[in-house]
């Protein structure tokens, strides 16, 4: 049912090993696996490395920029929703193995973000933490300044919900989906990468799909 294709992780025993707390958690919360039959459910699965997440929305939603940068910034959700946004459809993968084929995903350019701020000299990498209190993610300054990666406040054509990460999630198109950190409340230019929360268990920190991880997903989009 969970479909985990453990032989293509065999070769990383490191990353086998999250992926089994990993799972065993998620089957915790979904023990007969009934979730993946809602209609909203659309083929992705629920993860969440927090047991449980608090809910923002307008009224008390924030996000910081800041860092190694000029301006530090913090982002209300209308401030957000009122700069250019981008629509992206790729397949979402995950590096578990399951696919949603052709996923919108709509908000606001990181890049945007990062320009808006100004990055300093220094500044070489971005780390991004999570309202769950637990979970973070990074990029490279340019993998973080390229136009397919997003703070995205829409997932197939509506609202983010809190279940993927609502009302604010990083969208890194190109990249297996644990890079799209959920809840995103901090966005922090670094001078160096600082591995990210699955990074810290033995995934890679450059995740492009079908070419990272041991696996060879065909990218689409
Ligand atoms: N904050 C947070 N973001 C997260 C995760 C998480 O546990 N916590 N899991 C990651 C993983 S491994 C995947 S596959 C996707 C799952 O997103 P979904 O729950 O919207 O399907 O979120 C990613 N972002
Ligand atoms: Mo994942």
Redesign the pocket.
């Known amino acids: 049912m969970l479909g985990l294709g453990a032989a293509s992780v065999a070769a990383a025993p490191q990353l086998q090993r999250g992926l089994e707390s990993f799972l065993g958690s998620a089957a915790d919360r979904d023990p007969t696996g009934l979730t993946q039959l809602l209609p909203n459910g659309g083929g992705?699965?629920?993860?969440?490395?927090?047991s449980s997440v608090p809910h923002r929305d307008g009224a008390d939603y924030r996000l910081a920029v800041d860092g190694l940068v000029e301006r530090p910034a913090t982002y209300t959700l209308a401030g957000l929703r009122a700069l250019p946004q981008t629509r992206i459809v790729r397949d979402v993968q995950?590096?578990t193995g399951w696919r949603v084929p052709d996923t919108p995903f709509e908000g606001v350019r990181l890049s945007l973000l990062l320009e808006a701020a100004g990055v300093r000299p220094e500044g070489r990498a971005v780390r991004f933490t999570?309202f769950?209190g637990?979970?973070s993610e990074s990029l490279t300054l340019p993998q973080a300044r390229r136009d397919d990666v997003l703070v995205a406040l829409r997932m197939q054509d509506k609202p983010l919900s809190h279940?993927?990460?609502g009302p604010a999630?990083l969208y890194v198109a190109p990249m297996y989906?644990?890079k799209?950190?959920?809840?995103l409340s901090g966005i922090t230019v670094t001078s160096r990468v600082r591995p990210g929360y699955?990074e810290e268990r033995g995934y890679d920190v450059d995740a492009w799909v079908g070419r990272s991880n041991g696996r060879s997903d065909t990218p689409t989009g």
């Open positions: 992705f699965r629920y993860y969440s490395v927090a995950c590096v999570c769950d637990t979970y279940a993927h990460g999630r989906f644990y799209s950190a959920k809840w699955w």
